[in-house]
């Protein structure tokens, strides 16, 4: 019998800021722009309706859309 159970794997959990903020600059290549606290709230008020699941983060949805917006807006390299 199929275990109907989906695992959740790392990238898709629901994560907060300041997990998503570690995990973000952790895992980026030195020459990427780094994230801080203050350009990922300004980064959630622009994208408002990535946040259907209230103030949580996901690698999966948020990291690449994170990797376009932030030269543009003030990302720190």
């Not at 199929?2 to 300041?18: C, D």
């Not at 990922?40 to 990291?63: I, M, Q």
Request: proline share 4%; glycine share 6%.
């Amino acid at each position: 019998m199929k275990n109907n159970k989906t695992e959740i794997k790392e990238y898709e959990k629901q994560i907060s800021i300041s997990d998503f903020l570690r995990s973000y600059n952790q895992n980026m290549p030195a020459t990427f722009p780094r994230a801080t606290m203050l350009l990922l709230n300004k980064f959630r008020e622009a994208h408002a309706g990535l946040f259907k699941h209230g103030d949580f983060w996901s690698l999966d949805l948020h990291r690449k859309k994170l990797i376009e917006w932030l030269p543009r807006n003030g990302g720190l390299k």
